[in-house]
């Protein structure tokens, strides 16, 4: 990335300086008497350029620089590239600049307003972006871009009614994401149901959430949580085992929970379960449920204690830091095991490596939809 970045603002440089020598020879009537002779601004923006002040150099050439069909494509790349390197006020600044210009064809209007919204929405105000993607909404050619960027706006805002509205709208027009986002918004609006105290609202949200996509451990999940409330445990239980098995990324998280539900007269009944489930598949499965065991207290355990000491023995990673994991030692493993999960972060973001201590449907760095994958990053300080 550091390489592509630096191409991409020598590219930029030369095309300012290419505009601006043609602005100079093209309309040099502007400047007196300069043909022959370089505008001492020119002259300093590449002295600032020189001596390693970009910012200021761009500073001196955007001034020298007119908005018109020659240049303005330099323009936008600029502003691009100001906004992808997270200096957001230039990039504002830059398509300000050309919205204020009378003179601007419309197609440039509309591009900059564009641009514009973007800049707000990577700068985080909400509210103007929203208010500019609405007008682009407007433009037949840019309709779905401006159509998605929205939807981005509202997930943002956690306004999910709004999201979903955008959603059906780009689904008519065949250029919606997959229908799990849909069904996500769904059970966001459902889990608000819920705060209402309105189950059977948040019961048909549900419903219409697994008519998009099926099966759906998020809605089962929070089925459960219905369930739960209105007493009926044993429907929460196989609801919760059920998402468990469909997202085994939701064990973590889950398997306190599912303890809670069995209370202790019905604890290694489960634990039996889940181990004759977990041995039935790979050793990945197994390893899985003995770091949430261990992760939820559950290290004594007796229904756990082969799997544990078979994973203790059998993970390479585990047997490289403790060499002797026979059953001597393994009390003691077991405790400093749970106490390094105490420390580390559980989850990781598979589209961008956001890692963090809690579960999220909705990656808060990169919102991306059911991107969290279980891990154990232990940070040494
Ligand atoms: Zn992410």
């Not at 805002?157 to 999201?163: L, P, R």
């Not at 959603?167 to 705060?195: D, F, I, M, N, T």
């Not at 059977?200 to 949200?205: K, Y």
């Not at 059920?242 to 599912?258: G, I, K, M």
Request: glycine residues 6%; charged residues 25%.
């Amino acid at each position: 990335m550091p390489e592509l970045s630096s191409l991409a603002w020598g590219l930029i440089l030369a095309a300012l300086v290419i505009g601006i020598l043609a602005g100079h020879f093209g309309w040099g009537k502007r400047w007196p008497g300069s043909r022959t002779k370089l505008h001492p601004d020119y002259l300093t923006g590449l002295d600032y350029l020189v001596s390693e002040q970009p910012d200021r150099a761009l500073d001196m050439f955007l001034k020298l620089m007119d908005a018109n069909a020659d240049t303005i494509e330099t323009h936008f790349a600029l502003g691009t590239l100001y906004r992808r390197r997270g200096e957001t006020e230039r990039a504002i600044r830059i398509h300000q600049n050309l919205l204020a210009r009378e003179e601007l064809a419309s197609e440039h209007r509309e591009q900059a307003m564009l641009a514009l919204a973007q800049d707000y929405l990577r700068a985080g105000l909400l509210d103007r972006a929203e208010g500019l993607f609405q007008q682009v909404c407007e433009v037949p050619r840019l309709r779905i871009t401006a159509l998605d960027a929205l939807r981005g706006v509202y997930e943002r805002q956690h306004d999910w009614q709004q999201a979903l509205g955008v959603y059906r709208l780009l689904a008519r027009s065949k250029s919606a994401p997959p229908r799990l986002v849909a069904a996500h918004y769904l059970c966001e609006l459902s889990s608000q149901a819920l705060e209402r105290g309105d189950s059977a609202a948040a019961r048909g949200l549900l419903r219409d959430a697994r008519a998009e996509t099926a099966p759906f451990p998020r809605a089962a999940v929070l089925r459960a949580e219905i369930a739960e409330r209105a007493g009926d445990v044993a429907l929460a239980e196989r609801l919760i085992k059920s998402a468990v098995q469909q997202a085994p990324t939701l064990l973590q998280e889950q398997l306190p929970h599912l303890m809670r539900l069995a209370g202790s007269e019905g604890r290694d009944r489960l634990l039996q379960e889940l181990v004759a489930h977990a041995n039935a598949g790979d050793f990945d499965q197994l390893k899985r449920l003995v770091f949430a065991a261990i992760a939820a207290n559950l290290a004594d355990a007796k229904p756990l204690r082969a799997s544990m000491q078979r994973v203790l023995a059998e993970d390479a990673i585990l047997h490289a830091v403790w060499h002797d994991t026979s059953s001597p030692h393994f009390e003691r493993i077991a405790a400093e095991l749970g106490a390094l999960f105490a420390q580390a972060e559980k989850y990781r973001c598979n589209e961008c490596g956001f890692a963090g201590r809690s579960f999220y449907w909705h990656c808060p760095a990169c919102h991306a939809w059911d991107s969290f994958e279980t891990c154990a990053i232990v940070r040494l300080r």
